[in-house]
């Protein structure tokens, strides 16, 4: 590499590394690679193969740094801390420091779920998002500035993971974004496209002066751009570890920024970021019979919807005819897709209906397993017929008499990223990261954007009859997600088969089902389960990827009752599975043609 490219290392960096000398594993040094320049759009992916580790990101700078790490010792942790870090700074419309995280994490022993989530501030209050009119604000009106911004969790979560299962040194993790935050990175066609298709960065000048060449055109394709603010703010949280994001200088910008917006203040404070603290959850683990075979489905449990609503959807397919529904020229047929869209529609009333900050709300029934019960899951099934729901009620799972809470209203879910690791040691990690809207609430603090995902909250508290809606605002409490970070385990052996997510707002859920169910039912590699066409319902209209399905399957779920709408369906998923086949490389790993994602591994 020549002398232009050689990493720099300041001062805060070398103590760092002086202070983890400890560590018996030799010193990481960061090479950046050949920046590519792929097409944005669908791009076809090759699908990868490895023997002792993988790791799957949706960018390849970010893919890259997790594979050095790898390569250098480092666990799957170390190398997830590396990746988010790059992400903030090539992939700053879908998450960052400045976001929050869902990590869920296997040793060969246990399932740990760190909850990184944003939390609400101390001073909100449940009508944060009404309006003077006393109706909830339009979306856009309250992403975009302070009120939207919920206390970061994201680097304080990664922390605590690390504890636990970190190999390298802290600070050395952060080498590869730091180089490319102060050498500059190529802006990949992604990020371009999704600059110049946004109204709302050029309404905050320190964003608008990054992303846009004195003209006020985005920088193209190409263009190196520098990012020296994020990388001083980065060699600080490597030194100082999360207390340098939640307390002192960085932390009274990001407090300064929410709460003097010119037009839609926030209401965070120094306290609400220095009081923020991650949880250690129990993951969400239920058995997930496949022909004949006996595996352990974990995920993530509420705040997140995600692994309940997946867990739902599948468990209500295997009391269907869907197993015997094999694909038809490489797609799903017109009969599964009906099966499908049904059990999703089951799920999403559900999730609706129950699902937000366990802390805040209770399970029903006591356990959110009563949701995955298999006798529950069978009446749910009962309910599918020849013609479509259209619109599926909630259920009432055991235990439960009767709810005091509202169903949630329909609302946008955006963003995110999806990064799944397996390392040298066989730790498998799958983690799910996010600031929510594309470009979070557009507002950029000390070279990185803050998020909205206040805006996860239910804008309505309560519904017209006075009932209170459980994913509500209130003081300290996490937005529910569908984010869906998913590992799969052999039950008898307890081995990890499959590390999988992806970005989408509520569609999450379904792109996380649909890798799952290729893979496991329809004996799928994971590249060609996560390139089948995109599809689901939300509990409403039939959901289909445009332009990728016949137009037979079409009209026959029209003529089962259903609304079918085609439409962009931009999933971002990763995924790495265990290699069935003897005598071959362990792992086989995926990515999403829909975006700049690749899998590395040796």
Not at 126 to 135: A, Q, S, V, W, Y
Not at 344 to 350: I, K, N, Q
Request: net charge neutral; glycine share 10%.
């Amino acid at each position: 590499m020549n002398a232009l490219l050689a990493p720099r290392w300041g001062a805060l960096a070398l103590a760092a590394w002086l202070a983890g000398c400890a560590h018996p594993t030799a010193p990481f040094h960061y090479s950046v690679p050949e920046q590519p320049e792929a097409s944005s759009g669908y791009t076809a992916k090759p699908g990868w193969a490895t023997q002792r580790f993988a790791v799957a990101a949706a960018n390849p700078l970010a893919t890259d740094a997790g594979y050095q790490i790898l390569k250098a010792g480092g666990s799957a942790v170390d190398a997830a801390i590396a990746v988010q870090m790059v992400l903030t700074l090539v992939e700053p419309q879908s998450s960052g420091i400045g976001g929050g995280a869902f990590l869920l994490h296997h040793d060969g022993k246990r399932t740990q779920a760190f909850d990184g989530r944003e939390t609400a501030p101390a001073a909100a209050d449940e009508r944060l998002f009404i309006g003077p009119d006393g109706k909830p604000l339009p979306f856009p009106a309250a992403v975009v500035g302070g009120r939207s911004v919920g206390v970061p969790g994201t680097v304080r979560m990664l922390e605590l993971a690390h504890r636990q299962h970190g190999k390298l040194p802290w600070a050395a993790l952060f080498q590869p974004a730091i180089t490319l935050a102060e050498q500059g990175f190529k802006v990949s066609p992604r990020l371009h496209t999704l600059v110049k298709g946004d109204k709302f960065l050029k309404l905050d000048p320190v964003a608008a002066a990054y992303f846009h060449d004195p003209s006020g055109q985005p920088w193209p394709v190409g263009h190196v751009l520098r990012n020296p603010t994020l990388a001083a703010v980065l060699r600080q949280i490597a030194a100082q570890g999360s207390r340098a994001l939640h307390e002192g200088e960085v932390a009274r910008a990001i407090v300064d920024k929410v709460q003097t917006h010119p037009t839609n203040p926030g209401r965070m404070t120094l306290q609400d970021l220095a009081n923020y603290q991650p949880r250690e959850r129990k993951a969400l683990c239920h058995d997930w019979k496949v022909k004949e075979r006996e595996l352990r489905l974990c995920g993530f449990p509420p705040p997140s919807s995600g692994a309940i609503a997946v867990g739902q959807i599948l468990g209500i397919l295997g009391h269907t005819p869907a197993a015997s529904l094999p694909l038809q020229g490489g797609l799903p047929s017109a009969d599964w897709l009906h099966l499908y869209t049904e059990a999703a529609r089951l799920a999403f009333a559900d999730r609706a209906q129950y699902v937000a900050d366990p802390d805040f709300v209770p399970a029903p029934g006591g356990s959110w397993m009563g949701l995955l019960d298999p006798g529950y899951l069978a009446s749910r099934a009962r309910l599918i017929g020849q013609q479509s729901l259209k619109t599926a009620p909630a259920g009432q799972p055991s235990g439960v008499q009767r709810t005091s809470y509202a169903p949630m209203p329909d609302q946008p879910e955006y963003g995110t990223s999806h990064i799944s690791i397996i390392d040298a040691q066989g730790n498998a990690l799958a983690m799910t990261t996010t600031i929510e809207d594309a470009f979070g609430a557009r507002q950029m603090v000390q070279g990185f954007l803050l998020n909205n995902e206040l805006t996860d909250f239910s804008f309505a508290p309560e519904d017209a009859q006075g009932r209170k809606i459980a994913n509500r605002v209130e003081p300290g409490k996490r937005p529910r997600s569908s984010m869906a970070p998913t590992l799969v385990l052999d039950k008898a052996s307890g081995q990890v088969l499959m590390s999988a997510g992806s970005p989408g707002g509520a569609l999450i859920i379904h792109y996380t089902a649909k890798t799952l169910y290729g893979v496991a039912q329809w004996g799928l590699t994971p590249q060609q389960a996560i390139d089948l066409p995109n599809f689901g319902s939300l509990n409403g209209p039939t959901l289909l990827e445009e332009k990728r399905f016949p137009a037979a399957t079409v009209e026959q779920l029209r003529t089962r009752g259903a609304e079918v709408r085609e439409m962009n369906m931009t999933s971002g998923l990763q995924a790495i599975t265990r290699n069935p086949s003897p005598g071959k490389p362990q792992w086989l790993g995926g990515a999403d043609p829909r975006r700049e994602g690749v899998v590395m591994g040796d």
